[in-house]
């Protein structure tokens, strides 16, 4: 479930460098930025999570970084952000995520213009370098400002993203039937003009 938030963490930042005439740098504004998932267990009862802390720019040469806090994931139960930290992410406490950015490809947007693109990175998740494809939508809010969503609902596997054992000794952890191997994932990436 990393792997695409991530993936979409990526993307994101893709659209921030587009346009650096106005400025050096893109810098993720933190207030602003989410990356949720949602899980179901025992079949019918759904859940929404966030990571807490993100962190990210993209330089004028279109070098794009985001940091995901793993340490920072919130479940609404305490416990279950303990397990997780410690069964499915270890004593990894952040995941990264570098993509290159086509410094041209939303340079033209105006403020309110829009547009669906899409880009590929590299994700740093738990000992392990995951390739990463994404269509995000870009709107400009402001001459100094970008935002970068899910263009549509994103869905990840835990085998996918390497957590698959984790889930297991969570599931067995809560004495539960079952816990889906499957993860909706949304994020909004807001980024602030830095220069």
Known sequence: MLNIFLKTTALAVTILAANTATAESWTLDTDQSVIGFGSIKNDDTGEAHTFQRLSGQ???????????DLTSVQTNID????????????AATTATLIANID?????????????????DGDLAFLGQDIPVFLDVFVMRTADDQVLVTTNSMLFV?????????????????????SITRTFPVTFRLMFDAAG
């Open 79 to 90: 416990i279950r952000n303990e397990r997780m930290q410690e069964h499915v992410f270890g």
């Open 58 to 68: 993209v330089t004028a040469d279109g070098a794009a970084t985001v940091e995901v």
């Open 103 to 119: 410094m041209e490809a939303v340079g033209a947007l105006g403020a309110g213009d829009s547009l669906v693109t899409e880009i």
């Open 157 to 177: 596997s835990t085998d996918e993203a390497g957590i698959d054992a984790g889930i297991d000794v969570l599931q067995e952890l809560a004495g539960l039937p």
